[in-house]
């Protein structure tokens, strides 16, 4: 009888405390998986979602429209560097320093120098060295808080004997911006007749340039802070051509294209046998302003690099095919959207419609015309890429907005002369990211 009544008091204390254990667990919330929010910046580039959209209206995104040669400075050359050339300004996002673009007048036509300015004209520093050659000044850049600037160099080449001919200007050397070659006109070249020493105007004292800035055989990319101190090398691989380079947005680190010096002359020299203009292909890379540099690719694109607002991650494309890399974290990622068949059934829809377009002209145009069969829209099956004249490659990306890449595909010839280049076809389409939910432990 105590056995029994034992054994029934244990099991309703037994029961009693797998009650209490339950209510507990019952204030804290049960563990359950959820679908929790995410934002594009917290997801690996592995792990994003996309919807591709064709067509679209053009970004919304900054034109960088050639800057007006501040007068201040364009006067102190004038007046006190008669025998220099100002060929640019460049001026701040915070308007405090303007930085000259130049040369002096026996340096070769691609080969410029960079001095700091204030804007009301007064030579703050000198950046360049005598030993060194700013090349590419379309793509000299100011980090978007102003705090520094970035240029490309190399070690100065020896400049050419001046031709007897009057009027001769010399020839450039490698550009990768083909649609603006940084040979000046004939008017712009710096006077070669030379005239007596009493008609010479008297030069004001400059400071003296920079020593001691190490250079290289190819072109490097080079910062500086702001006033013009500092100047240092951020890449330093001999024999690598640098171009095409874009601050990240909290201006942390660039992202910039790159190729062998051996690979760009045979490249152009290919094109320049078929009478066209090379634009020129490289490998992305990351490099921070400290000097670490990672290479994200080992394929070779013309299509400019681009961050995301966040900076986190990095854009560029190659053929039809968008790829997003990580550009922070230990474990970096990288995502490979390939769009070859959207683009082509877009591109068949692009060019159905504009068919449709032509023929709806031409009947109005001639009312007694044969009308034309309407195209079948209900295709199953890929069309041949041949019979579609609006099916090119990806030539530009910009992310505008977190969730939004922008890419535009066009069909674009550059030639040797610039009047017989073709650009046709652009048209902008987009992806709409978004990241996949991860599981989470709601209590």
């Known amino acids: 009888m105590r056995t029994s009544n034992f054994r029934a008091f244990r099991n309703k204390a037994l029961a009693a ?152 200007s010399p020839t450039s050397s490698r550009s990768p911006h083909p649609e603006a070659s940084p040979t000046a006109s004939p008017a712009d070249q710096p006077a070669e007749a030379t005239p007596s020493p009493e008609a010479q105007p008297v030069a004001g004292t400059t400071p003296e340039a920079p020593k001691g800035i190490l250079t290289f055989g190819t072109e490097q990319i080079y910062i500086s802070e702001n006033d013009g101190t500092g100047v240092k090398p951020i890449t330093q691989t001999e024999g690598l051509i640098y171009f095409y380079y874009a601050w990240a947005p909290d201006s942390s680190m660039l992202a910039a294209l790159a190729i062998t010096s051996r690979e760009w002359e045979y490249f152009d020299g290919m094109a320049a046998l078929k009478g066209e203009s090379w634009t020129p292909v490289g490998r992305l890379r990351t490099v921070e302003t400290n000097g670490r540099e990672r290479r994200l690719d080992d394929n070779l694109t013309a299509v400019r690099p681009v961050f995301s607002l966040d900076s986190t991650k990095v854009a560029t494309a190659f053929d039809t095919q968008i790829r997003i890399y990580d550009a922070v974290g230990t474990s970096p990622t990288q995502a490979a959207i390939p769009l070859r068949n959207q683009l082509l059934l877009s591109s068949q829809a692009f060019d159905r419609e504009q068919q449709l377009k032509l023929q709806g002209q031409d009947t109005n145009t001639n009312a007694n015309a044969a009308p034309t069969p309407t195209p079948d829209l209900s295709a199953t099956t890929l069309p041949d890429p041949k019979t579609l004249v609006s099916f090119n490659p990806i030539v530009q990306v910009e992310w505008p907005q977190p969730e939004l890449v922008y890419f535009r595909t066009a069909f674009v010839k550059r030639m040797q002369n610039e009047a017989d280049s073709v650009t046709s076809f652009a048209r902008w389409h987009r992806l709409v990211l978004s990241g996949q939910p991860t599981a989470t432990q709601q209590k």
């Open 17 to 168: 405390f797998v009650g209490l254990s339950a209510l507990a667990a019952g204030c804290g919330g049960p563990a359950k998986t959820d679908q929790a929010a995410v934002s594009i910046a917290d997801v690996p580039a592995v792990r994003l979602n996309y919807r591709y959209e064709a067509d679209v209206p053009a970004p919304q995104v900054p034109v960088s429209a050639a800057e007006e040669k501040n007068a201040a400075v364009q006067a102190d050359f004038d007046q006190n560097r008669p025998q220099e050339f100002l060929d640019r300004t460049i001026t701040s996002p915070d308007k405090k320093y303007v930085l000259a673009v130049y040369r002096a007048g026996e340096d070769r036509a691609s080969e410029y120098r960079l001095d700091v300015y204030s804007p009301e004209g007064k030579l703050v520093r000198k950046v360049s060295s005598d030993s060194m050659a700013v090349h590419f000044p379309d793509s000299i850049t100011w980090s978007p808080n102003s705090l520094k600037f970035a240029f490309s160099a190399m070690t100065r080449g020896v400049a050419p004997t001046p031709t007897p001919s009057p009027g001769a």
